[in-house]
């Protein structure tokens, strides 16, 4: 009897982590004119510093992130930014979904943490996001210019990935 409460607790949590919806989403990957404050932050200054958390000074993109029958991916997958500009990552369907970053250059990370000031426990991941349209907001302020690459955890099995290119 153990064991079949134990089975029913686990088949409700993957149902839930893989579970898609039949909800059609748009590919709109316009930008947001208005400049947002860094995930869930007050609007911080930019400082220039190393590891201090530095405001969206440029134009929002959004991200969408979606799970359905056609799969589970970030739309768009591959955005190019200037430094400065901020990207807003919203949860379409298919949750839970979130942004953790892979393979960031050492001497980068930090800047990166600072401005994922919504984090979850793991290193450069944000927080986990569970409901349709709940979103989150990061800054590439005084981030390096380069690629950085990012996978959805509970997807990376179904390749839900995407990278962002900082010009």
Not at 1 to 14: D, I, K, Q, T
Not at 76 to 87: E, H, R, S, Y
Not at 120 to 126: N, R
Request: charge should be neutral.
């Amino acid at each position: 009897m153990r064991f079949n409460g134990f089975a029913l607790v686990a088949s409700a949590f993957v149902l839930m982590a893989c579970g898609g919806s039949s909800e059609q989403a748009t590919t709109d990957s316009s930008a947001t004119a208005t400049a947002e404050p860094a995930m869930g932050s007050a609007a911080t200054p930019a400082t220039g510093a190393p590891g201090a958390a530095a405001a969206i000074s440029g134009t929002t993109h959004e991200v969408k992130m979606i799970g359905d029958a056609s799969g589970y991916k970030f739309v768009p997958a591959n955005l190019t930014i200037k430094a400065g500009d901020g990207v807003k990552w919203t949860m379409v369907s298919g949750g839970p979904h979130n942004v953790a970053f892979q393979n960031a250059p050492a001497d980068a990370k930090s800047q990166l943490m600072a401005n994922m000031t919504d984090q979850s426990t793991g290193e450069l991941s944000s927080k986990m996001m569970m409901q349709a349209n709940e979103s989150m907001t990061m800054s590439f302020a005084n981030v390096k210019a380069g690629k950085y690459d990012y996978v959805c955890t509970p997807h990376i099995a179904m390749n839900m990935k995407g990278s962002i290119t900082v010009q």
